[in-house]
């Protein structure tokens, strides 16, 4: 199997070759990985400041996404105690593969947790291409439960023929909607199970844009909404205030530029994610059980278990 460069990750990082809050995280964490064990730096300080500059180029990819930065964290913890440029090698490796390892332990965890919500006989709404939420319907699917989906088109980049491709493939019986026809089918649905790319201290979740338009609409409607998400897409620098960062993408994403170069009055704006307030969730849905929202904070300072004093380094 080929290595991929640091460079190269991020690149499909920023393409969105590579996508989705918890594969961006394990690619990064493999980027790191396979750098330290390609970095010929012999010393202690120039094997650091090599692994600092990769990894300073991977968080600067994609700004939502907390797991990015997260994950990252994590694999770079290994450099902390290391006296030699190998001990560092080798304690970087160990745990970029623990994070690798722990996350896809984490979506078959949630799976098992999140079917459990789901009924015999439900229909289930899910907006973007989330692998956790899919992980959740899939198993009840497995395990024997009548389902069927609304899976909402996903504009502009149309990450719900991701989704309805992996739900065909499971033989789950899908309707393929536009996402302003949310409110159209609400009524038809029992729950709403979306992934996260952040959630925050006050339990606020960062989603694909338009996830706070369903829940919204899900909330009017009296249907319940659920998020699946590992613990490391909870947002520790929140604590202390950081407020999560919404990525703004390209116009020509939305409109051609062939057309908009002829609109000098209209402006494209594209960003790329939502905040859906707590109060809008009904649960979230990890690997340590389901939480109401409003305990994130415990999530955060229980399971990622992050020094406070450390946020607060420059
Ligand atoms: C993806 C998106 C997903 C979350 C969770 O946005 O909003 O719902 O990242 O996904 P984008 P997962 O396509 O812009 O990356 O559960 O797969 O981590």
């Not at 201290?201 to 009017?220: L, P």
Request: glycine share 6%; hydrophobic share 45%.
């Amino acid at each position: 199997m080929k290595l991929m460069s640091v460079p190269e990750t991020a690149e499909k990082i920023k393409s969105m070759e590579i996508r989705g809050a918890g594969r961006i995280a394990r690619a990064a964490a493999e980027a790191l990985r396979d750098h330290a064990l390609s970095l010929k730096a012999t010393n202690l300080p120039g094997f650091v400041a090599e692994m600092e500059k990769a990894a300073d180029m991977l968080v600067a990819t994609r700004p939502t996404a907390v797991s990015l930065p997260n994950a990252v964290h994590i694999v770079m913890a290994g450099l902390g105690e290391a006296r030699t440029a190998e001990d560092a090698r080798l304690a970087l490796v160990r745990k970029a593969d623990g994070f690798i390892d722990t996350s896809r332990h984490a979506v078959e965890k949630i799976a098992q947790f999140g079917a459990r919500h789901i009924r015999d006989g439900d229909t289930i709404l899910t907006h973007c291409n989330s692998e956790v939420a899919l992980g959740c319907i899939i198993e009840a699917h497995r395990q024997g439960k009548e389902i069927e989906v609304f899976a909402t088109e996903v504009r502009p980049r149309n990450q719900g023929h991701i989704t309805i491709r992996t739900l065909d493939d499971a033989g789950i019986k899908t309707n393929f909607i536009v996402d302003s026809a949310v409110r159209s089918f609400i009524n038809d649905i029992d729950l709403v199970i979306v992934g996260a790319d952040a959630v925050t201290v006050n339990g606020a979740v960062v989603n694909k844009i338009g996830t706070s338009m369903v829940a919204h609409t899900a909330k009017e409607a009296r249907v319940n909404m659920m998020v699946a998400t590992e613990t490391y897409k909870f947002a520790p620098r929140t604590v202390i205030g950081e407020l999560i960062r919404i990525e703004e993408r390209t116009p020509d994403e939305v409109l051609l530029p062939a057309i908009a170069n002829t609109l000098p009055h209209v402006t494209v704006r594209n960003p790329a994610f939502d905040v859906t307030p707590a109060e809008y969730i009904d649960l979230i849905v990890t690997e340590a059980g389901a939480i109401p929202p409003q305990m994130a904070y415990v999530i955060i300072r229980e399971y990622l278990g992050w020094d406070i004093a450390e946020f607060q380094k420059p």
